[in-house]
Every structure is written in C-alpha cells, then in structure tokens.
C-alpha cells in the first residue's frame, strides 16, 4: 500500500472533510473516496463511519488510524532526514498568525528567513485564534502565532515572546495627563475592545475582575486595525499590546500609557501538530523566530 494513500487516510480522519483532504494532497473529492474504498476493501473491514457531518472510526478503523499516522510520521521524517544531508532547504512553509501580531513585528524574522532560504516557497496568512488552532491540528498550516497558548489535543506549544499591554488614547484625552495608569482610572471611560471570544479579551476581563473594576464597554471589534482606528477618532480608548501601536505611535495619532499592573502582559506562543515531523524549512523558520525571540532553539520529541 503506498505511503500517499495511508497519509489521506489520516488526513480523512484528522480533518474531517473529504475537500480539506484533497486540497492537502492535491488530488480529487473522487480521488479521495476511491482511496478510502480501496483500503477498506484490502482490509475487508469498514474503516469509517459517516454519521451526518461526522466521520467516525470503526474499532478496525481506530487501529488502523493509529499504526498508519505513525508510518506516515517515520517516512515525513526519512525523507526530511534525507532532504537536509543534501544541504537543499526549499519546499513550501504555511505560517498564520493572529492579526495583532502584524507584519511590523514579524518582518525582521521572515526577512532573515527569506534572505537565508530563498528557495523557500514561504505564505503567511493572518486569522482569529481559533481558526489557527483549527488549521494547525488539521495540518493545513505547519505553524501558527497566538495569544495565551494553549496545548490541545492535536497541538503543541512553544513559548515564544510577551508583549505588554497598554492603554491607548487620541492626542490630547484627559488620561494623556497621568504617566500611569490604574485600572479604577478606566471606569469613566468608553472602552473598545475586542470580541469576548478572544483570548486576549478574555484576559482583559482578569485583569479588571483581579482589581474590582467594572469595565464600560462601548463597543467590542474583531479585529485591531478597527479597533485602533475607532480610538484615533476618538469613540474611546482601548487596552491593546504595545507592539501593535508602533506605527500610530511614530504618526503621532495615538498616545499609550502603561498600566500599573507588571504581571499584565500578553504572551505568544508558536503551535505545532502533534506527531508530525517538521520539515527542514519548517524546523529553520522555527529556529529564526526562537532565536530572535532570545530563546533557545526547538527539539522535536521523538
């Protein structure tokens, strides 16, 4: 059986989606659905149950699942073993980030990157947290950027930087006055965050229950271009992480006050599936951002 046909079997399984699986192995719907017929019918046994929307593996299946994920993760392995006595780093690395962490933060890392590995067929794409987790479990993208990390079932995190949370207000607001700020100074204010279902909102809410302070939300945005824009036209002021705002900083179109909290931060954190092997080019943009970051350099379990 070929390796090719055992990788969509688990991509099946992994991601749920008959179009997700043909996208990753560039090949058909069809395509898929005939390997799936074609292995169940070498075993003799069904393999996959579809229940509505739901796919679910048989006890067969669940053995089966198991043995060709790890055949699947030895051979990724050999051939990136393979790829890196040859000194060639190319291929394709997929990396998401949330959309707070912008391009002005991640170019000094992609740039060291790119110049290093040219070859590289390197995409970036931004999105909310969930969908990364979402993209990084079903393989869909090799590494993902979010705040207040968290290892799942499918995922793994590696520590990467914190970023410190600020109050941000237009030129000339009544807070610019105080060189810091408290959390009861914001109770008389309207205040833009983001969306509750956020990971950094939902840290927002800590740091207010934490001081006994009831917040006067406004008006709650997705993403942190709308947000900052909101505050320069002053509907309120918001609480974002510093690095987000250097360009409206170096404008002059927004002010930032630092918050008399120093335990309030908001960490990053890199996710990767578990139990997939790193490619070469993967494992080197890990090694770029880690090292930037000051930290020390990743070694995959085994």
């Given amino acids: 059986m070929l390796i090719a046909s055992l990788k969509v079997f688990c991509d099946l399984v992994e991601t749920q989606s008959f179009s997700k699986t043909a996208l990753l192995n560039s090949v058909t719907q069809s395509a898929v659905s005939q390997q799936l017929k ?25 053995i089966f699942y198991r043995y060709a994920r790890e055949i699947v993760r030895k051979y990724e392995e050999m051939e990136h073993r393979i790829q890196a006595l040859g000194g060639i780093v190319s291929g394709t690395v997929r990396l998401a980030s949330i ?15 790119l110049k290093a590995f040219p070859r590289v067929n390197f995409r970036l794409q931004y999105d909310q947290a969930q969908k990364i987790y979402d993209d990084v479990s079903s393989s869909e993208i090799d590494l993902g950027i979010v705040p207040y990390p968290r290892a ?28 810091i700020i ?21 840290a927002i ?8 302070v009831r ?9 942190i271009a709308t947000m900052k824009h909101a505050v320069e036209v002053d509907i309120g002021i918001s609480i974002v992480p510093l690095n987000s705002i250097e360009e409206e900083i170096e404008r002059g179109t927004l002010c930032y006050l630092p918050i008399d909290d120093r335990g309030f931060v908001r960490p990053l954190g890199i996710l990767y599936r578990k139990g997939r092997s790193l490619s070469v080019a993967t494992q080197k943009l890990l090694d770029v951002l880690l090292e930037g970051a000051g930290k020390n350099a990743f070694v995959p379990s085994k």
């Fill in 38 to 62: 074609s292995i169940e019918k070498r075993q003799g046994k069904q393999l996959i149950e579809r229940e509505k929307r739901r796919l679910t593996l048989t006890a067969e299946g669940e």
């Fill in 99 to 113: 959309y707070s962490v912008g391009m002005l933060e991640l170019a000094p890392y992609l740039k060291s990157y």
């Fill in 152 to 179: 799942q079932r499918n995922v793994d995190v590696i520590e990467f930087t914190e970023n410190e949370m600020v109050v941000i207000a237009p030129p000339g607001h009544k807070l610019t006055q105080k060189e």
């Fill in 182 to 202: 408290e959390a009861k100074d914001l109770a008389e204010f309207p205040l833009i965050l983001f969306t509750q279902e956020t990971p950094t909102r939902k």
């Fill in 205 to 212: 809410d800590r740091f207010f229950r934490k001081h006994n």
């Fill in 215 to 223: 917040p006067n939300v406004a008006m709650e945005l997705d993403h």
